[in-house]
């Protein structure tokens, strides 16, 4: 049991029913053994495995603590645009660009793709990462993503490893995935796959533990700010560490126009002497569904569009002295971080915050029976990664534009941005201009795609002898 928790202890049979009600009576939790007495022993095994994994303490605390209690509004009215490389000059994008290829080249750079989350609104019955989205290749998000780490690695010669974090939702079945595809020609040495931890669910109204199952805790995972911890427990922290790997690039598994690997990001962030940099989209309005980046008190944190869109207009289109918009730049989830903050920040991987999400959470009703309820019925407790940011001494924001680094794949259908068919066309119209900048002659109804093996980048592709000079009909060039 790790310090500090207040798991119970894994005892069988009637005896020890008694020992385990009386330690779960302690926080309201006696429920979660009603079924004990009918249930085999290796059923019983599997439970007390269960409730043993679980700080009863910190549940009760989370429970009570409630949902958040942060002033919003009084913090939005204090909110500045955060620290950002935006306009730039064809002289400076060089500068940064020949930094970040010499940070790739030196082999000082690994790649962190967090995959551990179930991807319920997307309602695909596998993770999210075996996807198909290429739109003429029906590729998956995982094989476009490990073909671009692939890319990067032939274009700068060296070894990027891989981490992917999975959670117990997708791990078994992307494990096996990836190791049948042979990890998309990637060397298995140079792919690192972790699991993330996992959090139980609690009934909204009185905070009880939810059973999926007779013998099982209806557990999630504890959100992508899981990463530190898990990167720790799983030993892929000191793996970095064997590696001199001075940075991590850090994107998920949704979004397949994430620049991996982008020399001119990373070279931002290595001249700005950066610990943590994010990439940003400027905002079509100051009320996207996008995190809003900010900085607060010479911090830089994250004000969700969650609690700034119900806020009053003088609030949301706020200002700066320059006449900028505050709350233009929104949270692609793609990062640089420095290894040494990383490692600085496992310090205090214990202390980043809960976020609280109400959902739906199939569950043993009053009478054993799975209920899958339409209505948000538990409550969630999760960790986000982006809380990392107040605590860099020197962040960083680079504005990217949307339309080249951001489709992530969220909704089934349904929304006009992150379904399918929008990512999708996406990609085909990234792709379309892509040629275009090489010269290559395209109309705008004929689709097309490029592997990430076919080029890295605009510039290698510019430098393909087999590139078409005129595309007329439905291409996929890899
Ligand atoms: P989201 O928060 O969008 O969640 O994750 P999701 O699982 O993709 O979809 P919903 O909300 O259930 O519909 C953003 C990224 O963070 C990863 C996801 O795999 C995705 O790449 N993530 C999320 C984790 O790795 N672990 C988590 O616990 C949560």
Known sequence: MPAGTTGVAPFFG??????????????????????????????????????LAIDFRQIQQLFAAGEDHTNWSELAERALPPPAVRERTAEQNQHARALGQQTLAAGEVG?????????????????????????????????ILFEKVVAARTRFNVAIPLYVMTSQATHHATEQYLQRNQFFG?????????????MPAVDCSTGQVLLEDRHRVAFSPDGHGGLLEALVRSKAMADMQRRNLARLFYLQVDNPLTPVCDPELLGCHVAAGSEMTTLAIAKQSSRDKLGNIVNIDGRVQIIEYSELNPLADDIVERQDMHGQPVFWAGNTAIHIFEF??????????????????????????DAGILVAPKEPNA???????????PHAEHALVVEGKREAVFAPLKNASGEPFDSPESVRAQ??????????????EISDETAVEISPRFAFDEDELRVRKDLPKRVTHETYLR
């Open 340 to 365: 040494a903050f990383l490692q600085r920040m496992t310090e205090v991987a214990e202390g980043l915050p809960f976020h609280i999400a109400r959902k739906p959470v199939s569950s043993l009703n």
């Open 14 to 51: 009637t005896m020890q029913q008694d020992v385990l009600r009386q330690q779960l009576s302690q926080f309201g939790q006696e429920h979660l053994i009603r079924y004990w007495p009918d249930l085999r022993t290796d059923e019983q095994f599997a439970l007390s495995r269960d409730l």
């Open 379 to 389: 409550l969630k407790f999760e960790r986000f990664i982006f809380d990392l940011l």
């Open 427 to 440: 990609m085909t119209d990234f792709h379309r201009d892509w040629l275009r900048s090489a010269g290559v």
């Open 111 to 143: 790649v962190i793709l967090t995959a551990g989350g179930q991807g319920t609104r997307l309602g695909f019955d596998q993770p999210k990462g075996l996807f198909p989205i290429g739109p003429l290749s029906g590729a998956s998000l995982f094989q």
């Open 186 to 198: 990637l060397p298995p040495e140079d792919v690192v796959i972790f699991q993330q931890g996992r």
